[in-house]
T-cell receptor
Framework: GAGVSQSPSNKVTEKGKDVELRCDPI?????LYWYRQRLGQGLEFLIY????????KSGLPSDRFSAERTGESVSTLTIQRTQQEDSAVYLC????????????FGEGSWLTVV | GQNIDQPTEMTATEGAIVQINCTYQ??????LFWYQQHAGEAPTFLSY????GLEEKGRFSSFLSRSKGYSYLLLKELQMKDSASYLC????????????FGRGTSLIVHP
């Protein structure tokens, strides 16, 4: 597609439920990032995928968070047993590859845990 | 680890010039980004600096000094639509290509 596409754009879920967020990167982009942004806060790195290499999961805040990516295409971020502090916008970004490349963001998935 | 500092908020007048500073401390350096983010929207790319000096792009310019760990974003001829958050992000060297973002500077442009 023309840009990074994320779904759902908005999600309200009850505490304790699992949620799955999807990201479609720009076609041909081998690098994919997930960030979290709480209200009024900066972007917090979660996980990074580069081609077929093992993902960098160093930013995942707990074992309730996991992410997968199918080859160099779609990625899903799963949050199990959601908590109220998980409420945030989850931003996906992609770039053409390693090194000095611009990163392009999607519109984000706004998650509210009630 | 990395540490990135930006002012939390700035105000400026329409038509004026504003400079948003960013200082950073990283283990190695592999580029600095500036992004603009309007409320409720995704960040959009503004500039990328990897060498020292000034990069100009229309009304926006970005400056980098690697020896000082310092960058600024300069916005000229401010317009009301420039009211947004401006995010500084630094990519460290050594194999990690993950940019670390500062908390952002909220710029308010008033008439």
């Amino acid at each position: 597609g023309a840009g990074v596409s994320q779904s759902p754009s908005n999600k309200v879920t009850e505490k304790g439920k699992d949620v799955e967020l999807r990201c479609d990167p720009i076609s041909g982009h081998t690098a994919l990032y997930w960030y979290r942004q709480r209200l009024g806060q900066g972007l917090e790195f979660l996980i990074y995928f580069q081609g077929n290499s093992a993902p960098d999961k160093s930013g995942l805040p707990s074992d309730r968070f996991s992410a997968e990516r199918t080859g160099e295409s779609v990625s899903t971020l799963t949050i199990q047993r959601t908590q109220q502090e998980d409420s945030a916008v989850y931003l996906c970004a992609s770039s053409p590859g390693q090194g000095r490349n611009t990163i392009y963001f999607g519109e984000g998935s706004w998650l509210t845990v009630v | 680890g990395q540490n990135i500092d930006q002012p939390t908020e700035m105000t400026a007048t329409e038509g004026a010039i504003v400079q948003i500073n960013c200082t950073y401390q990283t283990s190695g350096f592999n580029g600095l980004f500036w992004y603009q983010q309007h409320a409720g929207e995704a960040p959009t790319f503004l500039s990328y600096n990897v060498l020292d000096g000034l990069e100009e792009k229309g009304r926006f310019s970005s400056f980098l000094s690697r020896s000082k760990g310092y960058s600024y974003l300069l916005l000229k001829e401010l317009q009301m639509k420039d009211s947004a958050s401006y995010l500084c992000a630094v990519r460290a060297s050594g194999g990690s290509y993950i940019p670390t973002f500062g908390r952002g500077t909220s710029l308010i442009v008033h008439p």
